[in-house]
């Protein structure tokens, strides 16, 4: 009996220590995936940057702006476009192109292109690939948002190899906008990008694999015409829910999340508690508005829509949903747009005798729906404030929510029976971009059924002038602010200033216009952190 | 038994037709299609128009159904519109991590089944009993994604013991124990509440057992309890037990959608909830059909098993 019992506990005791020794020699997944929280020093070359995006790579809609923010940071990293648009003016800075010149009439531009560009495998990039690139821009499967400036492109000349002329219908003010969102793609192997299976461009990094629903790798372009990036590798680890990614950058799984992959509320936490760094999008904005389909008979009348611009409290919208991340607004420029007038932002703001007093001479306004997309929480919580808000003036608002398929369905379609919630970008680029290219704005049609000679007017004059920021262009906006206080087809609440987080360890980290990331520059101050 | 295999197969191939139909309806009556959720929020009609045309869905349903199901017919599972890969590849990525997780979920749930139940059985005290059977109720009764939620916390965030979520970086098979601890909050998660209804049938198994005639006698002439238990209790109580252990597997792949959504492990929960959002109907199809062919495969199974064991099923309707 003793000698059993013995035995037993002998046994015991090896298994014990087996695992003891055996679990002490293994590796620590958290310990394998964990930087340090503070650092810095100088640059110093290796390693793998791991980011954090919601949503996975979409072939289907890979020159789309917005629509996913995994298909814009390979666009960004993998491939080049001619130029990038200066983050504080809108002035173009060179990249593939070197050097540019407007004919007097703004029916031509000629771009000189650089002579040591090579795609990703090996092939010379010439003026043809500029042609190619631009055809399958506008030939899809995508729906990318430039398409009316690149169908304006009437000729290409291609005979030089290091230079290219494009010919135009009309002059086209916001071409720089096209040349600085269209990327320089391999025509050859397009089937291949468009299946999800090649992506080859001439940019920094070159694609190295996808596993769809989890990640993607790229690694360094050793022959980048640039100089070749610190990083050996970037891998996009893909999340369907900000609170996973936010927990996920918080435990070291992630060392920077994209905008959109944070809510406001964890973006500051991680910055403000937890020593992350804040990366600001200044120039990247986008804007939150209350949209209003003038066709609904209860929103017809001009002055509904003005007591409804005096009853949204902005402020509180902007302090208490966007933690200050923005500023109200009642025309959609962004502090850094050409178009902007600080001046013309006073003329709604909170007034609730003011909303009274128009509506006590019109007849009572009956119960309005109030669509609002389910996704995130953001757009839930300004509703509910618009619907108090509207309450307060005597307007019923009814909430109903959508899930972000039948929400840009009703808007593309026209379908929201009353208002609206929705952010729209747009206006961080040239300023007749937002009329030609956003839908909630477009003249021909848009989700407001708003149809208007003059507006359509406006918005072909500022998209015909061939300056953007000429005396010219900046009448032709002030046009456009003019018709959007007056008429009211969109109320906007504020601007919105994207911010991403990353850690401390994470140095130089690039964007752009369209939110997405460049890491060309971007270093890790450990990089040996990991095995 | 030839005969009752002709007569059952029909209705099987009948049941799945009749499925594939309605599947393939009921998606195109969810508000929101496909070509919206592709063109994004600044396009315009015309897009909407003209996508819809690239994917076929401008012609009538019936032609659309026939070439789908053609296609289902050949293996030919077709392209996601929303990820541009082999819906084949896709579908075979989700199945193999949702299986993955659910294995260790049901190995945990076995060792935690048993562990549970086997100690309260062989100690049968009062405070042991009633510890256990608390700590059973709470882990039934705790909703997955509050028990998910609460380890994130405490083991990823808090202790900084193990990944708070996703997957091994470098592949499943690259290091096992790394794996391992990526596994190990998903499969407790889901494996939990299985674990402790299949300590309850156990433990009522085994006590039930404990009432025959054998293992009383053997306790009277002084064997001891957990002798007893071990030795015969244990493996008559089984088969029931493994019985209603079918089952919870069931519900353990069900459960996994959710899991898999909370920890951002992508298996097959995960793409069917993209899928829906996305409206992408050919991978939604395939995925329930996927279910219903799995769930119609076992019925059929298990008709043929009883018809072959019960001559009386096999020869009904012959006459």
Same mark, same amino acid.
């Given at each position: 009996?003793?000698?059993?019992?013995?035995?037993?506990?002998?046994?015991?005791?090896?298994?014990?220590?087996?695992?003891?020794?055996?679990?002490?020699?293994?590796?620590?997944?958290?310990?394998?995936?964990?930087?340090?929280?503070?650092?810095?020093?100088?640059?110093?070359?290796?390693?793998?940057?791991?980011?954090?995006?919601?949503?996975?790579?979409?072939?289907?809609?890979?020159?789309?702006?917005?629509?996913?923010?995994?298909?814009?940071?390979?666009?960004?990293?993998?491939?080049?476009?001619?130029?990038?648009?200066?983050?504080?003016?809108?002035?173009?800075?060179?990249?593939?192109?070197?050097?540019?010149?407007?004919?007097?009439?703004?029916?031509?531009?000629?771009?000189?292109?650089?002579?040591?560009?090579?795609?990703?495998?090996?092939?010379?990039?010439?003026?043809?690939?500029?042609?190619?690139?631009?055809?399958?821009?506008?030939?899809?499967?995508?729906?990318?948002?430039?398409?009316?400036?690149?169908?304006?492109?009437?000729?290409?000349?291609?005979?030089?190899?290091?230079?290219?002329?494009?010919?135009?219908?009309?002059?086209?003010?916001?071409?720089?906008?096209?040349?600085?969102?269209?990327?320089?793609?391999?025509?050859?192997?397009?089937?291949?990008?468009?299946?999800?299976?090649?992506?080859?461009?001439?940019?920094?990094?070159?694609?190295?694999?996808?596993?769809?629903?989890?990640?993607?790798?790229?690694?360094?372009?050793?022959?980048?015409?640039?100089?070749?990036?610190?990083?050996?590798?970037?891998?996009?680890?893909?999340?369907?829910?900000?609170?996973?990614?936010?927990?996920?950058?918080?435990?070291?799984?992630?060392?920077?999340?994209? %905008?959109?992959?944070?809510?406001?509320?964890?973006?500051?936490?991680?910055?403000?508690?937890?020593?992350?760094?804040?990366?600001?999008?200044?120039?990247?904005?986008?804007?939150?508005?209350?949209?209003?389909?003038?066709?609904?008979?209860?929103?017809?009348?001009?002055?509904?829509?003005?007591?409804?611009?005096?009853?949204?409290?902005?402020?509180?919208?902007?302090?208490?949903?966007?933690?200050?991340?923005?500023?109200?607004?009642?025309?959609?420029?962004?502090?850094?747009?050409?178009?902007?007038?600080?001046?013309?932002?006073?003329?709604?703001?909170?007034?609730?005798?003011?909303?009274?007093?128009?509506?006590?001479?019109?007849?009572?306004?009956?119960?309005?729906?109030?669509?609002?997309?389910?996704?995130?929480?953001?757009?839930?919580?300004?509703?509910?404030?618009?619907?108090?808000?509207?309450?307060?003036?005597?307007?019923?608002?009814?909430?109903?929510?959508?899930?972000?398929?039948?929400?840009?369905?009703?808007?593309?379609?026209?379908?929201?029976?009353?208002?609206?919630?929705?952010?729209?970008?747009?206006?961080?680029?040239?300023?007749?971009?937002?009329?030609?290219?956003?839908?909630?704005?477009?003249?021909?049609?848009?989700?407001?059924?708003?149809?208007?000679?003059?507006?359509?007017?406006?918005?072909?004059?500022?998209?015909?002038?061939?300056? %953007?920021?000429?005396?010219?262009?900046?009448?032709?906006?002030?046009?456009?602010?003019?018709?959007?206080?007056?008429?009211?087809?969109?109320?906007?609440?504020?601007?919105?200033?994207?911010?991403?987080?990353?850690?401390?360890?994470?140095?130089?980290?690039?964007?752009?216009?369209?939110?997405?990331?460049?890491?060309?520059?971007?270093?890790?101050?450990?990089?040996?952190?990991?095995? | 038994?030839?005969?009752?295999?002709?007569?059952?197969?029909?209705?099987?191939?009948?049941?799945?037709?009749?499925?594939?139909?309605?599947?393939?309806?009921?998606?195109?009556?969810?508000?929101?299609?496909?070509?919206?959720?592709?063109?994004?929020?600044?396009?315009?009609?015309?897009?909407?128009?003209?996508?819809?045309?690239?994917?076929?869905?401008?012609?009538?349903?019936?032609?659309?159904?026939?070439?789908?199901?053609?296609?289902?017919?050949?293996?030919?599972?077709?392209?996601?519109?929303?990820?541009?890969?082999?819906?084949?590849?896709?579908?075979?990525?989700?199945?193999?991590?949702?299986?993955?997780?659910?294995?260790?979920?049901?190995?945990?749930?076995?060792?935690?089944?048993?562990?549970?139940?086997?100690?309260?059985?062989?100690?049968?005290?009062?405070?042991?009993?009633?510890?256990?059977?608390?700590?059973?109720?709470?882990?039934?009764?705790?909703?997955?994604?509050?028990?998910?939620?609460?380890?994130?916390?405490?083991?990823?965030?808090?202790?900084?013991?193990?990944?708070?979520?996703?997957?091994?970086?470098?592949?499943?098979?690259?290091?096992?124990?790394?794996?391992?601890?990526?596994?190990?909050?998903?499969?407790?998660?889901?494996?939990?509440?299985?674990?402790?209804?299949?300590?309850?049938?156990?433990?009522?198994?085994?006590?039930?057992?404990?009432?025959?005639?054998?293992?009383?006698?053997?306790?009277?002439?002084?064997?001891?309890?957990?002798?007893?238990?071990?030795?015969?209790?244990?493996?008559?109580?089984?088969?029931?037990?493994?019985?209603?252990?079918?089952?919870?597997?069931?519900?353990?792949?069900?459960?996994?959608?959710?899991?898999?959504?909370?920890?951002?492990?992508?298996?097959?929960?995960?793409?069917?909830?993209?899928?829906?959002?996305?409206?992408?109907?050919?991978?939604?199809?395939?995925?329930?059909?996927?279910?219903?062919?799995?769930?119609?495969?076992?019925?059929?199974?298990?008709?043929?098993?009883?018809?072959?064991?019960?001559?009386?099923?096999?020869?009904?309707?012959?006459?």
């Amino acid at each position: 009996m003793f000698r059993h019992q013995f035995a037993r506990t002998l046994w015991a005791l090896l298994l014990a220590l087996i695992a003891v020794v055996g679990l002490s020699s293994c590796r620590s997944a958290v310990d394998a995936q964990q930087g340090p929280v503070t650092g810095s020093g100088p640059v110093v070359r290796g390693g793998e940057l791991r980011v954090g995006v919601l949503g996975d790579l979409s072939p289907a809609k890979f020159l789309q702006i917005g629509t996913g923010g995994l298909n814009g940071h390979i666009v960004a990293n993998v491939y080049d476009t001619l130029i990038t648009l200066d983050h504080a003016s809108l002035t173009p800075r060179p990249s593939l192109a070197t050097g540019w010149t407007l004919a007097p009439d703004g029916l031509s531009l000629a771009l000189n292109l650089r002579r040591d560009v090579t795609f990703h495998d090996g092939r010379e990039f010439t003026s043809s690939d500029v042609q190619q690139s631009l055809l399958a821009y506008l030939a899809g499967p995508w729906k990318p948002q430039f398409k009316r400036t690149a169908a304006a492109i009437t000729r290409y000349d291609v005979t030089d190899p290091h230079r290219v002329v494009l010919s135009f219908a009309h002059p086209v003010g916001n071409i720089f906008d096209l040349l600085d969102s269209a990327p320089i793609i391999d025509a050859k192997t397009l089937d291949g990008l468009k299946a999800g299976r090649t992506f080859n461009g001439t940019g920094p990094f070159e694609f190295a694999s996808w596993t769809p629903n989890a990640r993607v790798t790229l690694v360094r372009n050793n022959n980048y015409w640039g100089g070749s990036p610190a990083l050996d590798k970037v891998t996009f680890v893909e999340g369907n829910d900000p609170k996973s990614l936010y927990t996920r950058l918080r435990t070291g799984q992630l060392d920077v999340v994209d %905008p959109i992959g944070l809510t406001s509320h964890d973006q500051k936490l991680a910055t403000s508690r937890y020593g992350f760094r804040d990366i600001e999008f200044t120039g990247a904005e986008s804007e939150v508005y209350v949209g209003v389909n003038v066709a609904n008979s209860a929103l017809a009348d001009r002055r509904v829509r003005q007591a409804i611009a005096f009853a949204v409290d902005r402020e509180r919208i902007m302090t208490d949903v966007y933690q200050g991340a923005g500023y109200p607004v009642n025309l959609p420029w962004p502090k850094t747009s050409p178009a902007y007038d600080a001046s013309a932002n006073h003329t709604f703001t909170r007034d609730v005798s003011k909303a009274k007093a128009i509506l006590a001479g019109l007849p009572p306004v009956p119960p309005i729906d109030l669509d609002y997309s389910s996704q995130g929480g953001t757009s839930r919580i300004v509703a509910e404030i618009v619907q108090s808000n509207l309450k307060d003036v005597g307007i019923t608002v009814d909430l109903v929510p959508n899930d972000p398929t039948v929400h840009s369905s009703k808007l593309i379609g026209g379908e929201f029976s009353g208002l609206w919630i929705l952010e729209h970008a747009f206006a961080q680029f040239t300023p007749s971009t937002l009329a030609v290219s956003a839908y909630p704005f477009n003249a021909a049609k848009n989700a407001s059924n708003f149809v208007d000679a003059d507006y359509a007017a406006a918005a072909d004059a500022a998209w015909k002038t061939a300056d %953007p920021s000429s005396p010219e262009a900046i009448a032709a906006y002030r046009r456009l602010d003019a018709v959007w206080l007056k008429e009211l087809f969109l109320v906007e609440i504020g601007v919105v200033v994207q911010h991403a987080t990353a850690s401390p360890n994470v140095r130089d980290v690039g964007w752009d216009r369209r939110v997405q990331f460049h890491f060309a520059g971007t270093s890790l101050t450990n990089p040996d952190r990991r095995s | 038994m030839t005969g009752y295999l002709f007569r059952r197969i029909p209705t099987a191939v009948i049941v799945l037709f009749a499925a594939s139909l309605l599947i393939f309806a009921v998606l195109r009556l969810i508000p929101g299609g496909p070509e919206a959720a592709l063109a994004g929020s600044d396009a315009t009609p015309e897009d909407l128009a003209a996508i819809r045309h690239d994917l076929g869905l401008d012609r009538g349903f019936f032609v659309q159904y026939a070439a789908w199901i053609g296609s289902v017919l050949t293996l030919d599972f077709g392209t996601s519109y929303q990820v541009g890969g082999s819906i084949g590849d896709l579908v075979s990525f989700g199945l193999t991590n949702t299986l993955v997780l659910t294995s260790a979920a049901a190995v945990f749930a076995v060792a935690l089944g048993l562990a549970l139940s086997l100690a309260a059985t062989i100690r049968p005290s009062t405070w042991l009993n009633t510890l256990l059977t608390g700590v059973n109720a709470v882990a039934i009764a705790l909703p997955t994604f509050v028990v998910g939620i609460v380890l994130i916390f405490l083991f990823g965030v808090r202790w900084r013991l193990l990944p708070a979520g996703g997957t091994p970086p470098n592949g499943l098979t690259d290091d096992l124990w790394i794996t391992a601890q990526y596994l190990a909050l998903p499969a407790f998660t889901l494996g939990l509440p299985a674990g402790a209804m299949l300590a309850r049938f156990l433990t009522e198994a085994l006590q039930s057992e404990l009432t025959q005639p054998y293992a009383v006698t053997a306790i009277a002439t002084g064997a001891s309890r957990r002798d007893v238990v071990l030795k015969h209790a244990l493996r008559n109580a089984l088969p029931s037990t493994i019985t209603a252990f079918g089952l919870i597997v069931g519900a353990l792949l069900g459960g996994a959608v959710l899991v898999e959504s909370i920890f951002g492990w992508p298996g097959l929960g995960l793409l069917t909830e993209e899928g829906i959002s996305a409206r992408d109907y050919p991978l939604v199809q395939v995925l329930v059909l996927l279910s219903v062919t799995v769930f119609v495969l076992i019925q059929l199974a298990a008709d043929i098993v009883h018809a072959w064991l019960d001559p009386r099923i096999r020869l009904a309707g012959a006459a």
